[in-house]
């Protein structure tokens, strides 16, 4: 899981409410990476990860860094675009 949390600022709180709705909610014990803005995403991309996401410039920089980007639209067409890399 790789998510950003918008602002430095912001790092911490928002960081511990989406590990608390992860953990609570979705159930999701996957490591999980929080950066403090978008842009910080494509740090961690290499060939062998995969980022779904919703915003398209975070997607060309996450490609352009190395990273195999899948721009989400819905949940269908993500799928199907998933399923030809894993």
Known sequence: ILSSTRTPEDNFKVAMQ???WLANVANITWPKIFVPGKS???QYANPNSILIDDTLS???QWN???GIGILHKDWMSTLAMLRLYV
Do not use: P, R
Request: hydrophobic share 50%; net charge positive.
């Open 58 to 60: 975070v997607i060309e």
């Open 40 to 42: 910080l995403k494509q």
């Open 18 to 20: 989406k590990m608390q």
């Open 64 to 66: 352009a860094a190395g």
